[in-house]
């Protein structure tokens, strides 16, 4: 079933909630921007709210809220594609206006750790990002970072011992790669994850 339909590319549909709204900001690079939508019918209708980011080629932007303040992560298609370039920027308030942060890019020419790769969990005080490895290609598998420090001047991460946390399972669906990861807390200490991968398929 359609829920959004836009005449550029819409992918990675990352949905947050805040409040009693769900807001999601699927990947529309072909637009030169990272869009905001609000559910008026969750999860079957949405309606487009603002331009968070405008004048680039965003791809993947992921969302998410830290230490009341809210934070946008976003790799570039450049050429290469897979280039590795990771932006981080900032905000008061979820419409804006979003600022780029000083030390960004964050990662600059590394497509093994740049693109993201689905939800920021936020833990109590821990912040794990899942990464894109995005070399020899397109999602070879999904490696997580704690950043460490966050601040509207720091930035620092390090990867954690569990990394890669997804990996090629040689047959099957994921039998290529695998390059999402969307981890949900059931509320007892236990966490469901929904997962994406991927596979070669010989047409003749």
Same mark, same amino acid.
């Given at each position: 079933?359609?829920?959004?339909?836009?005449?550029?590319?819409?992918?990675?549909?990352?949905?947050?909630?805040?409040?009693?709204?769900?807001?999601?900001?699927?990947?529309?690079?072909?637009?030169?921007?990272?869009?905001?939508?609000?559910?008026?019918?969750?999860?079957?209708?949405? &309606?487009? #709210?603002? %331009?968070?980011?405008?004048?680039?080629?965003?791809?993947?932007?992921? *969302?998410?809220?830290? @230490? =009341? !303040?809210?934070?946008?992560?976003?790799?570039?298609?450049?050429?290469?594609?897979?280039?590795?370039?990771?932006?981080?920027?900032?905000?008061?308030?979820?419409m804006g206006?979003?600022?780029?942060?000083?030390? &960004?890019? #964050?990662? %600059?020419?590394?497509?093994?750790?740049?693109?993201?790769?689905?939800? *920021?969990?936020?833990? @109590? =005080? !821990?912040?794990?990002?899942?990464?894109?490895?995005?070399?020899?290609?397109?999602?070879?598998?999904?490696?997580?970072?704690?950043?460490?420090?966050l601040t509207?001047?720091?930035?620092?991460?390090?990867?954690?011992?569990?990394?890669?946390?997804?990996?090629?399972?040689?047959?099957?669906?994921?039998?290529?790669?695998?390059?999402?990861? =969307?981890?949900?807390?059931?509320?007892?200490?236990?966490?469901?994850?929904?997962?994406?991968?991927?596979?070669?398929?010989?047409?003749?």
């Amino acid at each position: 079933r359609i829920v959004l339909a836009e005449p550029f590319h819409l992918s990675y549909p990352y949905v947050f909630r805040w409040g009693d709204d769900y807001f999601m900001t699927p990947e529309s690079y072909q637009a030169n921007s990272v869009r905001l939508y609000k559910a008026s019918h969750f999860p079957t209708r949405w &309606s487009f #709210v603002r %331009d968070l980011l405008t004048e680039d080629d965003f791809v993947d932007p992921s *969302v998410f809220r830290f @230490n =009341d !303040r809210w934070w946008l992560l976003t790799d570039l298609a450049r050429p290469p594609y897979y280039a590795g370039i990771l932006r981080l920027f900032s905000a008061e308030n979820l419409m804006g206006p979003w600022m780029e942060h000083p030390k &960004s890019p #964050v990662i %600059d020419g590394n497509p093994h750790i740049a693109r993201p790769a689905g939800r *920021v969990v936020v833990d @109590n =005080d !821990r912040v794990i990002r899942y990464a894109q490895d995005c070399c020899p290609v397109y999602g070879s598998q999904v490696r997580a970072f704690e950043i460490t420090e966050l601040t509207t001047k720091s930035y620092h991460e390090r990867e954690v011992y569990e990394s890669p946390v997804l990996t090629a399972g040689g047959a099957g669906w994921n039998e290529s790669g695998m390059h999402h990861i =969307d981890p949900q807390p059931l509320g007892d200490g236990r966490w469901l994850a929904c997962v994406d991968g991927w596979c070669r398929v010989e047409i003749s």
